[in-house]
């Protein structure tokens, strides 16, 4: 097949500009590196579009952690078009990578609607994935958005965990329920829900133990916390939300599939996105799920965990501009 022929230079708009944009970028500057070495020699006739560049680029979507399927399907998707003479430059060819990855990603971009009140979101996750800090960024998020927020500790198994959330709480200046380290997890959560309903909050986060999803017995005690809390509210709770480690790869995909058979997991939030080139990992969560993702994690500071917009995503792993430079 023919070299594509330099594409000339064109200005792209992102769909969010400014400074968050930027930061968003530069945060996934690990991910977009490892994507980039697909588009390596694609200007200036040092590379066809043959055979062999798709693999190329095939195994850059699969080293972004993307996943096989996503990416053989995103391959096979943008190869007919180039069959079909639809893609005629460098920058068609790009743009139909770009539209695929939409398509993945279009059940995970979902406007909120917290239709409940209290709205009882239950957060789970395996150790380690900062769940208890995602959890007051959350909080924060929320009250920026003009909502009472109030705290349950039910992470009763660390002494530590319910220390970590008082502390979140006093800064906030938000209630947090909590009991002593060995308590009935479930319990915290009743009392958590009959003190939301008390106080009129707008949201109840339900803090939860952080365990591997080959505990047993601590996945039973997610159940009956499930349990405990639909005896006072059948809806309850409205969203159990899990939080996902970018870096763990395509492990995240195990941690979700087992904690979704045993609670029902509605939405996911990725964090530590900004710390591995593995970021591909949300589309492979997106084509296998089509769960919304909530928010996204770049960073340690309250902004850097931001609600998910696909647009936003793409634009920073994909930029136009950036990856259709020419090397001259």
């Known amino acids: 097949m023919p070299l594509f022929n330099k594409t000339k230079k064109t200005e792209y708009t992102a769909k969010s500009s400014g400074t968050s944009q930027s930061r968003l970028s530069e945060r996934l ?9 697909g588009f390596s020699g694609l200007l200036g006739g040092a590379h066809e579009i043959d055979a062999e560049w798709f693999d190329d680029m095939e195994e850059a979507l699969i080293s972004a952690d993307l996943g096989v399927a996503p990416s053989a399907k995103i391959i096979r998707r943008v190869k007919r078009a180039v ?18 990855m939409a398509t ?39 009250m920026a958005q003009k909502k009472s927020v109030m705290l349950a500790a039910a992470d009763t ?19 947090v329920i909590a009991q002593a380290q060995g308590s009935d997890a479930a319990a915290v959560a009743h009392d958590a829900l009959l003190s939301a309903r008390a106080k009129s909050a707008d949201v109840l986060i339900i803090d939860t133990a952080g365990r591997q999803h080959t505990q047993t017995e601590l996945m039973e005690q997610l159940r009956k916390m ?27 995909l195990s941690q979700l599939e087992h904690f979704n058979q045993a ?9 530590k996105l900004d710390g591995t080139a593995k970021g591909g990992i949300l589309l492979a969560v997106a084509d296998k799920f089509a769960l919304p993702v909530r928010f996204i994690g770049v960073g340690e500071g309250a902004s850097d965990l931001r609600p998910f917009d696909k647009h936003q995503f793409i634009d920073a792993l994909l930029p ?7 090397p001259n």
């Open 29 to 37: 500057s690990k991910t977009r590196n490892a994507l980039a070495r």
């Open 83 to 100: 069959e079909r003479k639809a893609l005629r430059s460098a920058e068609d060819l790009l743009s139909a990578i770009r539209d695929e």
């Open 104 to 142: 993945i990603l279009k059940p995970c971009d979902q406007n909120w609607a917290l239709d409940a009140r209290p709205y009882v979101l239950l957060v789970v996750g395996v150790n380690g994935v900062g769940k208890t800090t995602t959890i007051a960024k959350i909080a924060q998020w929320l």
């Open 157 to 175: 198994f660390r002494a530590a965990a319910v220390e970590q959330l008082t502390r979140w709480g006093e800064r906030l200046q938000v209630p």
């Open 226 to 252: 499930k349990r405990v809390l639909q005896k006072l509210e059948p809806a309850a709770p409205h969203e159990v939300l899990q939080v996902l480690d970018a870096g763990t790869g395509q492990n995240a």
């Open 263 to 271: 609670v029902g997991v509605n939405s996911v939030c990725l964090t």
């Open 320 to 326: 136009v501009a950036d990856m259709l430079r020419s």
